[in-house]
Nanobody
Framework: QVQLVESGGGLVQAGGSLRLSCAAS????????MGWFRQAPGKEREFVAA????????SYGDSVKGRFTIPRDNAKNTMSLQMNSLKPEDTAIYYC?????????????????????WGQGTQVTVSS
């Protein structure tokens, strides 16, 4: 059974940086796609970023473009989310997710139903 475990959340001031990590119980390279979503209180879950494991192509939600990046590290079997220039509106629970499906077109990366596995989430709070 695949398990995804997020870490690295916490409290940071606006303008600061945080790096989230996602560790998988199995081989992370077995996934075709990995990504991050977030959910703020009272709001729907929102796509943040995703990366294809075959060629490292990344896609980002409009609200985080230019501020967040999604590095991968096959050697450490982890995926990360580097968050820079954080804003109070970035406050949310961040979820790691993964898909083992093939041929996911990039326009479908923001769809939650293309992902098979989800972590429990890690809280990120940005103070103003």
């Amino acid at each position: 059974q695949v398990q995804l475990v997020e870490s690295g959340g916490g409290l940071v001031q606006a303008g600061g940086s945080l790096r989230l990590s996602c560790a998988a119980s199995g081989s992370i390279s077995s996934f075709s796609l990995m990504g991050w979503f977030r959910q703020a209180p009272g709001k729907e879950r929102e796509f943040v970023a995703a990366i294809t494991w075959s060629d490292g192509s990344a896609s980002y939600g409009d609200s985080v473009k230019g501020r967040f990046t999604i590095p991968r590290d096959n050697a450490k079997n982890t995926m990360s989310l580097q968050m820079n220039s954080l804003k109070p509106e970035d406050t949310a629970i961040y979820y790691c997710t993964a898909s083992s499906r093939t041929r996911i077109f990039w326009t479908n990366f923001p769809r939650q139903d293309v992902y098979d596995y989800w972590g429990q989430g890690t809280q990120v709070t940005v103070s103003s």
